[in-house]
Nanobody, 123 residues
Framework: QVHLVESGGGSVQAGGSLQLSCVVS????????MGWYRQAPGNRCELVAT???????YYTDSVKGRFTVSQDNAQKTRYLQMSDLKPEDTAMYYC?????????????????WGQGTQVTVSS
């Protein structure tokens, strides 16, 4: 069974950068779509970005040009590189796969979800 563990969150000032990692276990490969989601207090869960095994990606409009997803097959790890962070990026971030769907509240019930990592951006 796929198990996901995120890390890399923290507190930064606006304009700073963070890299989130999502280590995958319980799978022989990374041949599935993985999504990065976030939820800020009072907001619904939001799909931020996705990464597919064929290299295709998706980014929500608010993070385009600032966030980048990638993977390291050898480490069975997928990454979310976040640059030029803004206070509105403050949220709990989750990775989820396979087959995850965007729920109202993260983490969802469909797919496998990590435990989340907090990102706080101060102005």
């Amino acid at each position: 069974q796929v198990h996901l563990v995120e890390s890399g969150g923290g507190s930064v000032q606006a304009g700073g950068s963070l890299q989130l990692s999502c280590v995958v276990s319980g799978s022989d490969n990374l041949n599935f779509v993985m999504g990065w989601y976030r939820q800020a207090p009072g907001n619904r869960c939001e799909l931020v970005a996705t990464f597919s095994s064929d290299g295709s990606t998706y980014y929500t409009d608010s993070v385009k040009g600032r966030f980048t997803v990638s993977q390291d097959n050898a480490q069975k790890t997928r990454y979310l590189q976040m640059s030029d962070l803004k206070p509105e990026d403050t949220a709990m971030y989750y990775c989820a796969a396979p087959g995850a769907r965007t729920p109202d509240t993260c983490p969802g019930l469909i797919g496998r979800w990590g435990q989340g990592t907090q990102v706080t951006v101060s102005s």
